[in-house]
């Protein structure tokens, strides 16, 4: 039996390679080894607290995907999905502060492929400090109010932030706001709010590597809203100080009215805006001019504008004074309440010599006909009195004083 199983010993042996080659042969031909490429396979970055025990924290800069090569049987490829794939990089692995190669393994499939290989073969990380920096929390509005109300203020809660991140980032942050629609509102509301951070060009700061304090109650903001109306603007020209020889023709302004708010029991009680005359610096000035005013700071105690920024052009007509003297008749003087048993009598004097002082425009067409006078209601008896002129003018002139020299005697 021994010696038939040796038999042709040769023959028995390449007839079972022969057999294996020929099963490879049929195998490679229809299930041959081929390659497959997935494409943006995650990269998982594992052991990070090499980095962060030591208080710093890192950004993938490149590799965060990896396109993922695997070598195997055809069969096994046509099986093999995606989410099997692990793409990992160890961080007790990296080299030169920055690279760390991914390893690939496929779940369920050990032993099943030739080989698996990323590309790219490192990450690049990029690492620094953990840093924290306390903000100021504002208010940022969009939308508009319900017509006839204005935003009289917001309140925010809480007033400040602390953040903590990568020093580059932390470092970036310009300012902090919690913004909110003012749309529609018509009474005072607390509306909840996202925290948003702005570069100093005001772009918006991405916040997932950050870390804030602000909690599960996030950002209230407490809006308080005022009715509005509008009053007139008063100005009382003759109080501004002008140069020597110059007055205030005219005045106009615009507008003529502006839109405030208040609370409603005290927004009734406003009738006009007064703008005080010292607002106005005009003892220089010797022509038409315009002066640009910022309202909001002549406006009564607990009263605000509905638009912030309102400002008022007040423009003057500043007119040079002329002089004119009339030689006017002392007989042509009016005498009003002059005592039935008293007499008047001028002297010597004939005429009155009285200066008028005005615009030249007024002063060519003036006269004084039937324009003097004087009242002799507190001149009971007889003496010699300086009794003060009255001198009717048009608007714009006036006359030095005036004092008439007069006796008074008794009716013989």
């Known amino acids: 039996m021994k010696s038939k199983i040796f038999d042709n010993l040769g023959l028995k042996i390449l007839a079972l390679v022969s057999a294996i080659v020929i099963w490879i042969l049929v195998v490679s031909i229809n299930d041959p080894v081929a390659n497959k490429t997935f494409r943006d396979v995650k990269v998982n970055v594992i052991n990070e607290e090499v980095v962060t025990s030591e208080g710093k924290t890192y950004q993938i800069e490149n590799g965060a995907t990896a396109n993922v090569t695997v070598r195997a049987q055809r069969s096994v490829l046509s099986r093999l999905k995606a989410d099997r794939i692990v793409a990992t990089a160890d961080m007790k692995d990296m080299t030169l502060s920055s690279m760390i190669p991914v390893e690939v393994s496929i779940t369920g499939y050990e032993g099943r492929y030739q080989r698996a290989t990323a590309n790219p073969v490192n990450i690049q990380v990029s690492i620094e400090d953990i840093i924290t920096n306390k903000y100021p929390i504002t208010v940022s509005t969009s939308g508009s109010l319900r017509d006839g109300y204005a935003l009289a203020g917001t309140e925010v809660d809480p007033e400040t932030v602390t953040i903590s991140g990568p020093e580059s980032v932390i470092n970036s942050i310009d300012h902090a706001a919690a913004k909110i629609s003012l749309d529609g509102i018509s009474s005072d509301k607390t509306i909840r709010s996202e925290l948003i951070l702005y570069d100093s060009d005001n772009n918006k700061i991405d916040q997932s590597r950050l870390t804030n304090n602000i909690g599960e109650e996030g950002i209230k903001v407490k809006v308080q809203v005022y009715p509005t109306r509008d009053v007139p603007i008063a100005i009382d020209s003759d109080q501004i100080t002008t140069p020597e020889g110059y007055y205030i023709s005219d005045v106009s302004y615009e507008p003529t009215t502006i839109e405030i708010a208040a609370e409603k029991s005290r927004l009734e009680n406003i009738k006009e805006i007064q703008i005080p005359p010292e607002a106005f610096d005009l003892s220089d000035v010797t022509k038409k001019t ?63 010599e009285i200066t008028i002082k005005g615009p030249m425009s007024a002063l060519e067409k003036l006269t004084l006909n039937k324009a003097v006078s004087i009242d002799l209601a507190s001149y009971t008896k007889s003496g010699f009195y300086q009794v003060p002129a009255q001198v009717k003018l048009p608007d714009g002139c006036s006359a030095k004083e005036i004092n008439v ?7 013989e």
Do not use: M
Request: hydrophobic share 35%.
């Open 290 to 352: 315009e002066v640009t005013l910022d309202i909001e700071k002549y406006l009564p105690e607990d009263i605000i504008l509905a638009a912030e920024g309102t400002k008022v052009v007040f423009t003057f007509n500043v007119t040079k004074y002329g002089e004119k003297t009339f030689d006017y008749p002392t007989g042509s003087i009016i005498v009003n309440n002059l005592a039935d048993d008293l007499q008047l009598d001028y002297g010597q004097a004939d005429h009155l």
């Open 405 to 411: 020299s007069i006796t008074l005697q008794e009716k």
